[in-house]
Structure formats: structure tokens, C-alpha cells
């Protein structure tokens, strides 16, 4: 009988080894899920049931099984309770897409000392020709421009979980950032995503950046200091400096220099402003000028306030808002679609400007 590369340990040895092997991997993964936050938890555990129940398919069509758990009912099991089934089915037999994990997930501080910003440029608009998460993970680990396979491999984690949290392709930012490939819409909306997911980088803007528009710079030794305080465990205050000043130059939020970091209130892209007015905003209601003006499109992306303003009145007669209202005190926008909804129309107001 053959040997596996086991050191002399037979077929069925190295089986049940695996097995184990496979068997506490997973239970590690769902006592993590089970420790993160609300809502995070509940998504996690179902994300990891809703796989292997994939995978079981998967398994049961190769050996043409009716099903793994079928051949005894002592044996059954499922991974949710009976009142919370993994995949709901309608009356045709259909079953329901899976649920999306939340839009952005609150992970808190963490060390940025790798902004990948000019990778990201070139990469999430690849998304858009990937339906699974892991074949696009795989395209990127063989394709970014790094010798090291190891690299590749990290730099490809950073951009999935820094734009894709979850390990979600989100159609919405796969959609626009096709469409916005190569233009300073995709740089100002991939800046405002890293700050969204990077909450140093985000913090850094509205404690530093944007209190500094009247001096015109931040000083680097003062973003350094103030990187080192809020992350005091961590010794890479000089990278994470770095990497935020170059996340400022990349995206064309900022200028930088060996000294400091140079900016101003500035025009953004309409394209830009439609899109992250629809992700501060997902669901259809009606919002006051100051939940836009005082937000992160101008503390983040230091937008001008009247150009903002303007924007909005751009916005109502391409159709993606409903209304525009300024009288005396009150000043109103009403939008219609979801988040989803608009995407189409943003698109194609894309697609129209590259004609």
C-alpha cells in the first residue's frame, strides 16, 4: 500500500489528522464570530454555516449523493434553529439571494502603515469581472505588480478587506469603480472608503486636516505625534505617517512634501459626490443640508460647501433626487432610491461623460 507524506503514517492516518486539523479550524473561525461585535457576530456565523452548507452541496452533486446527512436522522443536523432557516426558499422552490453583510464594518484603530493606493487604483475596478470573492482574490495575488508571491498575497488581503469588507464584492463599488477607472472620481471615492474602513486615517482628517485649512498644511512631526497617541501599543507611527500622507497625494486629496502635508477646500466630481452621497445616504427620506456639509464630504474629502450645494441641484435633473429645497432656515434634499437602486443611473450618467 502506498504512503502519503505523512512520515510513514498510512492513508487513514492522515486522513483522520486532516480531518482534525480541518475540524478545529472551523470551530476556531466560529468562536471568533461568536466574540466579534453586533452586527458582525450574527453575519460571520452565518456566512461560515451558509459555506459549508455550499460546500456539502457541492460534495453531495460530485459523489451523486441525495445528501451527506440523509443516510441517517440521528446523524442530521442543522446550523441554525428551526424558526431561522440558512436559505429561505419561496413556494416555486427558489431560493432567496443570501443576506449582505453590513456596508461597513466598525473595526476601530488599527496599525495603517500599507495604504496600497496606487494598487487600488488599478484593482477595484477588476471586480466588476468576478462573482466570487476568492477568484478575485486569486486574479489579484497572481497579477499585482510585486515580486514576492507573499507580497502579492498580502497586499491583495489589504485591498479585499480594505474596499470589500467581509469578503463581499459589493455590485455598487464594482459597478462605479469600472466606470470610473482612470478618472478623480475613482481616487476621491476609494480615499473616502479608506477613510470609512482606516478609522486613524479618518481621525487624522477631521482632528488635523480639516482644522488646518486656514494654515493651508499639517505638519508631518504633528500628525507622527498624534498618530503615536491614539495608537501609543503600536511602533509604527513613522509607516502609519507615511502611509496617510501618501493616501492624501495618491488620491489627489492633498499635497505632500518631506515636511508636511498641503491642502485646501477643493471642487470634487460630480460622479464622486453622486455615488458617496448615495453611501452616506443608502435609503430613500428627506435630510437637511447639514447632515451633507458638516459630514465627511468636507471633513474627509475637504469638498467646498457651495460646490456641494450646486452639486445637489445637478443631482435633481439627472433624477437621482427628488427634491431641493431652501426656504429661510430649512434646507432640504429628498432622495428616492436606495443605494442599489441608484447605481444604474450613475453608471450610465458615467458612461455618458466618456462618450
Given amino acids: 500500500m502506498s504512503k502519503r507524506r505523512s512520515g510513514g503514517k498510512d492513508g487513514n492516518e492522515a486522513s483522520r489528522h486532516d480531518l482534525k486539523a480541518v475540524t478545529a479550524m472551523v470551530e476556531s473561525m466560529w468562536t471568533a464570530a461568536e466574540n466579534a461585535d453586533a452586527p458582525l457576530d450574527d ?77 487600488a487604483l488599478t484593482a477595484i475596478p477588476l471586480a466588476a469581472g468576478f462573482s466570487e470573492v476568492e477568484d478575485y482574490r486569486q486574479h489579484l495575488a497572481d497579477t499585482l505588480p510585486f515580486n514576492a508571491v507573499s507580497t502579492r498575497r498580502r497586499a491583495t488581503n489589504f485591498l479585499i478587506g480594505r474596499y470589500f469588507p467581509g469578503d463581499h464584492l459589493h455590485s455598487d463599488l464594482a459597478q462605479f469603480a469600472k466606470a470610473a477607472a482612470g478618472t478623480p472620481s475613482l481616487s476621491d471615492v476609494l480615499f473616502y472608503l479608506t477613510c470609512r474602513m482606516e478609522k486613524i486615517v479618518s481621525l487624522v482628517a477631521e482632528s488635523l486636516v480639516w482644522p488646518s485649512l486656514a494654515e493651508g498644511n499639517v505638519p508631518r512631526a504633528k500628525v507622527k505625534e498624534f498618530v503615536a497617541e491614539k495608537i501609543p501599543e ?14 492624501y497625494e495618491e488620491f489627489g486629496v492633498g499635497k505632500t512634501s518631506r515636511t508636511k502635508l498641503s491642502v485646501s477646500q477643493r471642487h470634487g466630481n460630480f460622479l464622486a459626490f453622486a455615488y458617496v452621497l448615495y453611501l452616506e445616504f443608502p435609503e430613500p427620506g ?30 435633481r435633473q439627472a433624477g437621482l433626487l427628488v427634491k431641493v429645497s431652501e426656504i429661510d432656515q430649512h434646507r432640504q434634499f429628498t432622495t428616492k432610491l436606495t443605494l442599489a437602486d441608484a447605481m444604474d443611473r450613475i453608471v450610465a450618467l458615467a458612461k455618458e461623460q466618456q462618450a
Avoid at 505617517?241 to 493616501?247: E, G, L, Q, Y
Avoid at 435630510?287 to 450646486?310: A, R, S, T, V, Y
Fill in 43 to 119: 453575519w460571520l456565523q452565518k456566512k461560515i454555516a451558509g459555506d459549508i452548507e455550499k460546500l456539502k452541496r457541492q460534495v453531495d452533486g460530485k459523489l451523486k449523493l441525495t445528501s451527506l446527512t440523509s443516510t441517517s436522522a440521528n446523524h442530521q443536523r442543522t446550523f441554525f434553529p428551526e424558526d431561522e432557516p440558512a436559505v429561505e426558499a419561496d413556494e416555486a422552490g427558489s431560493t432567496a439571494p443570501p443576506e449582505e453583510p453590513p456596508r461597513f464594518l466598525e473595526i476601530g484603530l488599527r496599525v495603517y502603515a500599507k495604504d496600497f493606493a496606487p494598487q
Fill in 234 to 247: 503600536s511602533k509604527s507611527a513613522k509607516q502609519m505617517t507615511s502611509a496617510i500622507f501618501r493616501t
Fill in 286 to 315: 428627506m435630510f437637511g443640508f447639514d447632515n451633507l456639509l458638516e459630514g465627511p464630504m468636507q471633513k474627509w474629502l475637504l469638498w467646498d460647501q457651495k460646490w456641494m450645494i450646486e452639486q445637489l441641484y445637478a443631482l
